[in-house]
């Protein structure tokens, strides 16, 4: 399966703001994949998420969705923490019925907590929600998602690690999270070329073979990210970052976050596809 450039969320320029239309505007794009988007909450029954991912085959879309926002595994109220399991549940149920390959989420915020206590606790808690997934067959890959605030569980090194300690776990690699992360960094073709083999060396093909991206460009501070900008009116080097994804021939989703959609996306997969006829010359 080649790396499939999409958006996160239904295009602007749809003709309407459903799902089927969003599938149906990729298509005419000459996109390959959409990101349904769940943030505020899972509001799709059963019946419309067939639809959905019956329009999708049709067009040959591949699907993923987000997870909502208020998601929180290390919340101090025991009852917000069962509420965000079933959020991921939720989530993952109409996935399963949809035909998506992954549900993103983003798994906790420290508060004042050790970081190594939230990652144990935020272990302890997916691994149960895993196991119900498991026990009614479904087999959606959970994707936590590199953070871009300092405050949230996020880095690379901890995505990594719940996905070797958790089966049916793997990354979601946010690139402008990293960069707005450490203030600046990971914007360079070797720092690329460390994310991505960091990662590979630790998850092998299960990952290489099945990725998963997220691409913008973003503004951010001292504590990290605080909005996503469109990739030209930011300083994220995105054609940097789609060099090193030819070098690995990483396979995969990657999703498009910047306001402008569709414009992003397309300038994303354009500068892939330009690259990869010159490495074949």
Not at 89 to 103: C, F, M, N, P, Y
Not at 164 to 183: E, K, T, V
Not at 208 to 218: D, L, Y
């Amino acid at each position: 399966m080649p790396l499939l450039f999409g958006t996160a969320g239904v295009p602007l320029s749809a003709q309407d703001r459903s799902s089927e239309s969003g599938v149906n505007r990729i298509h005419e794009l000459q996109l390959g994949a959409l990101e349904l988007e769940f943030v505020q909450g899972v509001r799709m029954g059963s019946e419309k998420a067939r639809r959905v991912g019956q329009v999708a085959v049709e067009r040959g879309i591949a699907l993923s969705c987000h997870g909502p926002y208020w998601i929180n595994l290390n919340s101090r109220d025991k009852e917000k923490i069962a509420v965000s399991k079933e959020r991921i549940l939720q989530t993952a149920r109409i996935g399963k019925i949809l035909g998506v390959r992954s549900v993103i989420f983003h798994p906790a915020f420290y508060h004042e907590d050790v970081a190594e206590l939230v990652f144990e606790r935020v272990v302890q808690e997916l691994t149960s929600v895993r196991e119900v997934l498991d026990a009614e067959d479904n087999g959606v890959v959970l994707r936590p998602e590199t953070a871009g605030k300092r405050s949230q569980l996020g880095n690379l090194q901890e995505i990594i690690k719940l996905s070797q300690c958790i089966p049916g776990i793997l990354p979601c690699i946010d690139f402008a999270h990293l960069h707005a992360r450490s203030n600046g960094h990971f914007n360079n073709y070797d720092d690329f070329c460390r994310v991505l083999e960091e990662t590979a060396e630790a998850l092998g093909d299960r990952w290489n073979k099945n990725a998963h991206f997220h691409i913008s460009g973003i503004e951010y501070g001292l504590k990290g990210e605080k909005r996503h900008l469109v990739l030209k009116e930011s300083d994220f080097q995105y054609n940097e970052l789609m060099k090193a994804f030819q070098t690995f021939a990483v396979e995969g989703l990657a999703i498009c976050e910047s306001p402008n959609l569709e414009e992003d996306a397309l300038i994303l997969q354009s500068t892939y596809k330009s690259l990869a006829k010159v490495k074949e010359e």
